[in-house]
């Protein structure tokens, strides 16, 4: 037996570690000197083939092997396990089971059996049996616990569950993703007041920590408590004076109390970071630019704000070029959306604004110019073809302005409005050149269009 005994702990702890070119070197037809020599031999033979045929997916036939290697001797563990792991393989899950039971019968902490019993319960989404096993293996590592909280959140014992992540936090410190969690549960449970209290101890236990403050003037800002989250964020900034990330919260709030000095300066922080993302830096931005719509005295700032930023897209510059088309000023806007063009290249919504501003503001060369270079990267684009031809119109390039409209009108799917502007357009140039009866064809389909939107 002891040759046995030797097999199965050398199995258990030296085959997933040597090569395979030093298994190669073991005698496997040496005879043992003990009585039971040949049944060792044949026991040997019969795991190693059972693993071999594991090993090239052969689970069916793996299991019949591992069966005869229990025949010979019920009193391994390791076979149980073995027979398990490949009956869970075939998805035979009720007899994966009843194996690995007999496994964990033998040795009831041994981890490996254990973790195998829980993935047969996992695939079948048997979560009370899962957590029943997974309290066995909690004590070998904090993963088998983050499982557990999983499988608590499926079973909505939400009290289990943060119990666990309590116990975690106190010992491994906090993790964002158990946060994502614990949220989770709160938001679940209507439990608002709780979390509060929660990163309130958080922050009142570790006073220096910037995300404690950060989170807790989130809540109290999500609870409509704003004045304490003005507070909150105030007392951070005294004990962390170069904090960044604070000034997302602060300049709201210096707007909502008239205080337009420290939030212009709070924006500028917030813009200037690089360790706020751009969306949150586009947040700013739209925030002042809004502010700016009812403030216009502080046009100036919103313009030196803008050149701030520092992202790898023309977004801010969009924003600003909206606030001025809002206003009425195209010029500045027409200036904003090339700034942001500079950055974008080809953007096509961008590319799009400013041909259309170059109509309004009467540049029909340029916008010629343009909307040419536009239809190299969108040929297929019907209004880049409508600028080129309302232009050519107005320059009185009439029959040019008929190639280009009746090119584009093969690109228009499904937009009557756009059909009859071209329809409307290529009747004024038949117009001027003398073609009364196109014109008035052409005349006639754009009419109709428009009756029947």
Known sequence: MSGKIFFILYFLFGIFIIPQTALSQIDYNKVNQDDLGEVDDKL???????LKQKGIENYDKAVQILL?????????????????????????????????????????SNEWYLDELYDVYAQQNDYNKAIKTLKQLADYHPDYKED??????????????????????????????????????????????????????????????????????????????????FETAKKLLEIKPNSQLVHLALYKFYLEEGNVDKAINSMKIALKSTLI????????????VNFVGSHPEYEDDLVE??????????????????????????????????????????????????????????????AVEKSNKALESYPSQPVFYLVNGVSLNRLKRFKEAISTLEMGLDYIIEDSKMEADFYKQLSLAHSELGNTAKAKTFSNKANKLESTN
């Open 277 to 288: 993302k751009p969306e949150a830096k586009m947040m700013v931005l739209s925030d002042f």
């Open 305 to 366: 704000i803008t050149n701030l930023t520092s992202e790898p897209n023309g977004k801010s510059n969009v924003e600003v070029a909206q606030y001025f088309l809002a206003k009425g000023d195209k010029k500045k806007a027409l200036e904003y959306y090339e700034e942001a063009l500079k950055i974008e290249g080809n953007n096509y919504g961008i590319l799009r604004n400013i041909l259309l501003l170059h109509i309004d503001l009467e540049q029909y060369e340029t």
């Open 44 to 50: 040997q033979e019969l795991f190693f083939e059972a």
């Open 148 to 229: 557990l909280v999983a499988l608590y959140m499926r079973t909505k014992d939400y009290k289990d569950a943060l119990k666990i992540l309590d116990e975690l936090d106190e010992k491994y410190g906090i993790s964002y993703a158990r946060d994502v969690v614990r949220n989770q549960i709160y938001a679940a449970t209507g439990q608002k007041e709780k979390q509060i209290e929660n990163l309130e101890e958080r922050v009142e236990g570790n006073p220096d920590e910037e995300a404690n403050y950060l989170a807790l003037i989130y809540r109290y800002s999500e609870n409509n408590d704003k004045e304490k989250a």
């Open 68 to 108: 005869k290697c229990i025949e010979i001797d019920d009193d391994q563990s390791v076979f149980y396990y073995e027979l398990g792991k490949n009956y869970n393989k075939l998805k035979n899950f009720g007899e994966a089971e009843d194996a690995l039971k007999e496994a964990i019968k033998d040795e009831p």
